[in-house]
C-alpha cells in the first residue's frame, strides 16, 4: 500500500471524527472509455454513527452506497492510483489533494480551506456554492449582490444562471486539469457575468494560474470590464474589443460562448476547433442560417406537423444543434447537448459542450460524414455555415450570400 494513499486516507478518517470533513472528490479516471466519470463523498450518520456517502457518477446515472468510515477508508486506498488520478478532501481547515501520474504514483498537496462549514451530516444536504457571495468584488459592480453580500432579489435568476454554467465547467475540469496556466476565451462576453464567474472558479477554487480573455464588440462594456477585473485584483483576466473573428490565437484551453446569435455560434466553435481547444462550451441563440434553407415537401413524412411555421422553426433548432454536434464529433470531439437552466429562466436554455477527445481515423469520419449529409437531405439542407468555415478557410465570399439572406 502506498504510503502518500495511506496518509491521505488517514486524513479523510481524522476530518470525519473530528468534524472538519466537508467532502471528497475522485476524479481524472484512469481508463477514458470507463463510464464511471466521478466519485463524489459525503458525510451522513446512520443510526447516530459516522458514514461516508458514496455517488457513483456513471454517463447514464448515479449509484449512491452508504459505507463506514473504515469502509471507506479501505475503498479508497484501492482506488486512488488504479481508478482515478486525482482526489482532492475538503476540510474546513484545509484542503488536501493527490495528484497521480500516468503510472498511478502519487504526490499529496496542501491548500487553503475552500468551505468554512462542515457537512452536519444530514441527508437533506446544503448545497456548497462554487461562487461565493461574501465579499465578492465583480458580483456587487455587476448588480448581483448588495453591501451586505445578499443577493438581490430581483437579480437572483441570473445568479442561478451563472451558478449553474459554473457547474457544468466544474464537470468538464478534468479535461484540462494538467493544464497550468489555463488559456480561456469568452466569445461575445457581453457584461462578463460568466467571465468573471469562470476566473473566479478556475482562480480561487481549482488555484490555477490562468489567462482569460473576454472578447466583446461594444467598447462600453469592455471598459465597464476591464475596470471590475482591476478592483477583484484578477491580474490574469482581462476584456478586448472585436468580433470573433479578430481574435487570434493558436492555442486555446477552453472557449466559452453564451448565446452568439445564429451563425456567431459556429464561428466560435470554428474558432475553438482552429486553436485545438481542449473544452468548448457554447449555448447557441437563433438559427436562421438553416431554417432559411429548409424545404419540406409534401411527400416528406414529416410535412403533417412542419407545415407549422412554429414547430418548423423549432426543428430547425433541433437540426442546427445536431449537425454542430456531428461535425465536432468528426473532427475528434466528444460532445452533449443539455438544458442549461430552466425554461421559465430562459428560452435560450440548451448548451453544447465539447471535449478533444481523439483523432478519427478517415473511415470513422466517413461514416459521421454520411449522417451529416443524410440528415441535411432529409431537410434539403444544402451547407451547415460550421463546415463551411472548416472546408473554406480561405474564401469567404459565401458569407455575403450567407449574411444577404438571413436578412
Not at 500500500?1 to 471524527?17: A, G, H, N
Not at 482506488?79 to 502519487?106: A, H, M, R, S
Request: aromatic share 10%; proline share 2%; net charge positive.
Amino acid at each position: 500500500m502506498d504510503k502518500v494513499v495511506l496518509e491521505f486516507t488517514e486524513k479523510v478518517s481524522s476530518s470525519v471524527y473530528k468534524g472538519t470533513f466537508v467532502k471528497l472528490i475522485l476524479s481524472k479516471r484512469v481508463l477514458k472509455n470507463q463510464e464511471l466519470n466521478k466519485i463524489v463523498v459525503r458525510y451522513v450518520k446512520l443510526q447516530d454513527r459516522p458514514n461516508l456517502q458514496f455517488v457513483y457518477k456513471y454517463t447514464r446515472q448515479d449509484i449512491t452506497k452508504n459505507f463506514t468510515v473504515e469502509e471507506a477508508a479501505n475503498m479508497l486506498n484501492e482506488i486512488i492510483g488504479n481508478n482515478f488520478l486525482n482526489v482532492i478532501l475538503y476540510t474546513t481547515q484545509e484542503d488536501w489533494e493527490i495528484k497521480c501520474n500516468n503510472k498511478g504514483v502519487p504526490k499529496l498537496f496542501k491548500h487553503k480551506p475552500s468551505f468554512s462549514e462542515a457537512s452536519d451530516g444530514s441527508h437533506n444536504k446544503v448545497k456548497q456554492r462554487l461562487i461565493e457571495t461574501k465579499d465578492n468584488v465583480y458580483l456587487k459592480s455587476l448588480g448581483i449582490i448588495d453591501q451586505k453580500g445578499e443577493i438581490i432579489p430581483s437579480m437572483s435568476a441570473k445568479f442561478r444562471q451563472v451558478e449553474r454554467f459554473v457547474e457544468i465547467i466544474d464537470s468538464l475540469s478534468d479535461s484540462i486539469a494538467d493544464c497550468n496556466p489555463l488559456k480561456i476565451a469568452d466569445m461575445g462576453c457581453g457584461k462578463g457575468y460568466l467571465t468573471f464567474a469562470v476566473y473566479d472558479y478556475f482562480c480561487n477554487v481549482k488555484e490555477k494560474i490562468v489567462d482569460m480573455t473576454g472578447l466583446d464588440t461594444q467598447e462600453t462594456l469592455v471598459k465597464f470590464c476591464n475596470n471590475t477585473a482591476q478592483k477583484a485584483l484578477f491580474q490574469g483576466l482581462k476584456f478586448k474589443c472585436g468580433n470573433i473573428n479578430d481574435y487570434k490565437e493558436d492555442n486555446l484551453d477552453m472557449l466559452i460562448a453564451l448565446h452568439a446569435c445564429d451563425t456567431a455560434t459556429d464561428d466560435a466553435l470554428y474558432l475553438g476547433m482552429k486553436a485545438n481547444s481542449k473544452v468548448i462550451v457554447v449555448a447557441p441563440c437563433c438559427h436562421k442560417q438553416i431554417r432559411n434553407q429548409m424545404k419540406i415537401s409534401e411527400n416528406n413524412v414529416l410535412y403533417p406537423a412542419l407545415q407549422y411555421g412554429i414547430l418548423l422553426e423549432r426543428q430547425a433548432e433541433l437540426i442546427t444543434d445536431s449537425l454542430r454536434a456531428l461535425i465536432l464529433n468528426k473532427y475528434g470531439y466528444k460532445t452533449k447537448i443539455f438544458e442549461f437552466v430552466e425554461y421559465d429562466n430562459t428560452s435560450k436554455n440548451i448548451i453544447i459542450t465539447a471535449e478533444k477527445d481523439k483523432e478519427l481515423s478517415k473511415e470513422e469520419q466517413d461514416k459521421i460524414q454520411k449522417q451529416i449529409d443524410a440528415l441535411k437531405n432529409k431537410f434539403g439542407i444544402k451547407y451547415h455555415y460550421l463546415e463551411q468555415l472548416i472546408e473554406n478557410p480561405v474564401d469567404q465570399s459565401w458569407r455575403i450570400y450567407n449574411a444577404q439572406c438571413a436578412r
